[in-house]
């Protein structure tokens, strides 16, 4: 799907008073949203393109994780963030989630295979590892490597943000670099 030059919609927000992120359903019909109710109880929404208030269809303190590609390439499940920030699987008509055998709140999901049946996912052992990218089936929980990522991601400082194309194959990645000086003086008069 591409965006560009077209008319401008406005989405009425129906209950949502605060977002925290939002994606496009992969075929453009609407957006799955993560956002928080007055009562500042968040949970997952859709929204249709075309209008219409967002319909909530996971239950309280859901949401979505900072980055990837949440909805399946069939748009009728969203990988997001239990309450306790485990990964679980939501169907958007609604009704209980599903847990990923094997995944637990270390693990972030990148994004989905082609076909559906595995995610891509970043696990991270401890804040001073480097992180492993894996392949998880969503039904059996069973893991293989990942075989996408050429090389390792830099651990020069702080945690690096790892994106995946659709198909996969490719990836691209950010991370932060701090450099300092130091300089020796003698004492000052």
Same mark, same amino acid.
């Given at each position: 799907?591409?965006?560009?030059?077209?008319?401008?919609?406005?989405?009425?927000?129906?209950?949502?008073?605060?977002?925290?992120?939002?994606?496009?359903?992969?075929?453009?019909?609407?957006?799955?949203?993560?956002?928080? %109710?007055?009562?500042?109880?968040?949970?997952?929404?859709?929204?249709?393109?075309?209008?219409?208030?967002?319909?909530?269809?996971?239950? %309280?303190?859901?949401?979505?994780?900072?980055?990837?590609?949440?909805?399946?390439?069939?748009?009728?499940?969203?990988?997001?963030?239990?309450?306790?920030?485990?990964?679980?699987?939501?169907?958007?008509?609604?009704?209980?989630?599903?847990?990923?055998?094997?995944?637990?709140?270390?693990?972030?999901?990148?994004?989905?295979?082609?076909?559906?049946?595995?995610?891509?996912?970043?696990?991270?052992?401890?804040?001073?590892?480097?992180?492993?990218?894996?392949?998880?089936?969503?039904?059996?929980?069973?893991?293989?490597?990942?075989?996408?990522?050429?090389?390792?991601?830099?651990?020069?400082?702080?945690?690096?943000?790892?994106?995946?194309?659709?198909?996969?194959?490719?990836?691209?990645?950010?991370?932060?670099?701090?450099?300092?000086?130091?300089?020796?003086?003698?004492?000052?008069?």
């Amino acid at each position: 799907m591409f965006t560009g030059v077209g008319e401008t919609r406005v989405l009425e927000p129906g209950p949502i008073t605060s977002y925290a992120r939002a994606v496009w359903h992969p075929a453009g019909t609407g957006i799955v949203i993560a956002g928080s %109710d007055a009562a500042a109880t968040p949970r997952l929404y859709f929204q249709s393109s075309d209008g219409g208030p967002p319909r909530a269809f996971s239950g %309280d303190g859901v949401t979505l994780a900072p980055i990837g590609r949440a909805v399946s390439p069939d748009g009728k499940r969203v990988v997001a963030l239990d309450h306790d920030g485990v990964p679980e699987l939501y169907p958007l008509a609604g009704g209980p989630s599903t847990p990923v055998p094997g995944l637990d709140v270390t693990d972030a999901p990148l994004a989905w295979t082609p076909d559906g049946r595995e995610l891509i996912v970043a696990r991270y052992e401890d804040r001073d590892s480097p992180q492993r990218v894996e392949r998880v089936d969503v039904a059996t929980g069973k893991t293989r490597p990942w075989h996408g990522l050429g090389r390792a991601l830099p651990t020069l400082f702080g945690d690096s943000r790892l994106l995946v194309t659709p198909d996969g194959e490719s990836y691209a990645y950010g991370y932060t670099r701090r450099m300092n000086d130091l300089y020796l003086s003698s004492p000052l008069r």
